[in-house]
């Protein structure tokens, strides 16, 4: 392999990996959110004329990966902002193709989903049980650890009261017992 050729692969390998979704919605903007109309001209039945029909193409991006991408922008803190380069970020004129337009016809802000307030603003994101419980499990286990030393101190204590004394009195007495059993 030439020198040429490594210096090509490491510059490949070192470019950030852009999401086709991202590239076409820098490339498309909040229309590639949209479906598209699109015309087919298609003969009807046996006739030789062609008629023609509007059809409706899918959008380019779909919905689900668009708000997979625009909660990752929220939670790593680049929503608003897109950077081309590395592909990171959510630009918030995408918005207006996900969620439908934000302003009415003479320019005034309309009021968007009933005038409801978006759950994302309100609360955070759900997480798993384990992210949403530690707190409480960390409080848990200082408050366990506490107490532990004197648990540790009663279990020994404890321990040593219940084992047999010593002597040979109580050597023979014991002897004895296990003899009358049998």
């Known amino acids: 392999m030439s020198q040429q050729q490594i210096i ?7 470019q950030p990996v852009i999401r086709s979704a991202l590239k076409k919605l820098h490339a498309q ?10 015309i087919d001209s298609t003969t009807s039945g046996g006739g030789s004329a ?5 059809k409706w193409k899918r959008p380019v991006v779909s919905r689900r990966i668009a708000n ?33 337009s934000g302003s009415g016809s003479n320019g ?10 978006n759950w994302m603003e309100i609360r955070g994101f759900k997480e798993s049980k384990r992210e949403r419980t530690r707190e409480s499990r960390a ?8 107490v532990a030393d004197e648990k540790i101190v009663e279990y020994r204590q404890s321990r040593r009261d219940n084992k047999p004394e010593v002597g040979i ?14």
């Open 169 to 182: 009195e109580n050597v023979i007495k014991r002897m004895i017992k296990r003899s009358t059993k049998k």
């Open 108 to 117: 005034e802000t309309q009021v968007v989903n009933g005038g409801k307030i």
């Open 139 to 146: 409080q848990r286990i200082e408050a366990l650890l506490n």
């Open 68 to 100: 997979d991408l625009r909660k990752a922008a929220i939670r790593t803190g680049t929503y608003g902002t897109y950077n081309p380069e590395i592909g990171v970020g959510w630009d918030k004129a995408w918005d207006e193709g996900l969620f439908g």
């Open 29 to 38: 903007g909040s229309a590639a959110l949209k479906p598209q109309p699109m």
């Open 50 to 54: 062609a008629a023609t029909r509007q």
């Open 8 to 14: 090509q692969k490491t510059k490949t390998a070192a």
